[in-house]
């Protein structure tokens, strides 16, 4: 099979979340190298686990409960399939609620899932120290979530809600330094309520800002219209 169906979805869910035995693992990995596809899901799944626990504000555990969680910690046997129960009886919905209960109950601390593929960009600015986000609200309506880290120069960007355009446009998002040059970087869509990941490419400078603009298809060298968000990073 070189397309992932409902099955291979499934598990591609699974293994984003480290949700399968050493058997199916193998066996589904041997299946991403001959579909694409597949392989873009499993990034896709493991990127929407790592921003369901960005949803929230982090809250601090109390010293109790981060004592009882490390406990349990050292208490229990660990295992590769977190999430109990044959794959295939695990919707997806759940596979990626389990992961985000995980980072609910730690408490705002941070849950590394052991992949055996390259973590995403999403997951690298995420586990870095200096990691940081910031949400802005768009002109026009909609959100978007800025998140990046200076140590390792790179950035990504949560959109949420924007307003669907023509065929003939797209969103582009730009490096803006200090002194207001614009680096053109990722182009994207957006439909209505539809919440989506864009991993900017190159390296962010600190003190870069982001913006976005609203392009010709295929972007642009330079910002044509005016920003619908900036957002600072400095």
């Known amino acids: 099979m070189t397309e992932p169906g409902d ?113 995403s960009v999403v997951e690298q600015i995420t586990a870095a120290a200096d990691y940081e986000r910031v949400v802005g609200d768009v002109y026009g309506g909609g959100s978007v979530t800025a998140m990046w880290s200076d140590s390792l120069g790179r950035a990504a960007i949560l959109v949420d809600d924007l307003a669907e355009l023509p065929a003939d446009r797209v969103y582009q998002a730009w490096f803006i330094d200090e002194a207001g040059h614009a680096e053109p970087n990722a182009t994207f869509g957006a439909s209505g309520s539809q919440t989506l990941t864009v991993s900017l490419t190159g390296e962010m400078d600190a003190g870069d800002a982001i913006g976005i603009t609203i392009e010709p298809a295929g972007g642009s060298e330079q910002p044509t219209t005016t920003p619908i968000v900036v957002i600072p990073t400095a």
């Open 7 to 119: 099955d291979l979805t499934a598990r591609a869910a699974a293994y984003a979340v480290g949700a399968l035995t050493d058997a199916e693992r193998r066996e589904l990995e041997q299946e991403l190298r001959r579909s694409p596809r597949l392989a873009t899901e499993v990034d896709e799944f493991a990127e929407t686990a790592a921003m369901l626990g960005l949803a929230v504000e982090p809250v601090a555990p109390t010293p109790s409960l981060r004592a009882s969680i490390l406990d349990a910690v050292d208490a229990t046997p660990q295992r590769s399939n977190v999430v109990r129960g044959p794959w295939f009886r695990r919707p997806v919905a759940a596979v990626l609620g389990a992961a985000a209960a995980i980072v609910l109950i730690a408490g705002g601390a941070t849950v590394a899932l052991q992949l055996t593929r390259e973590p």
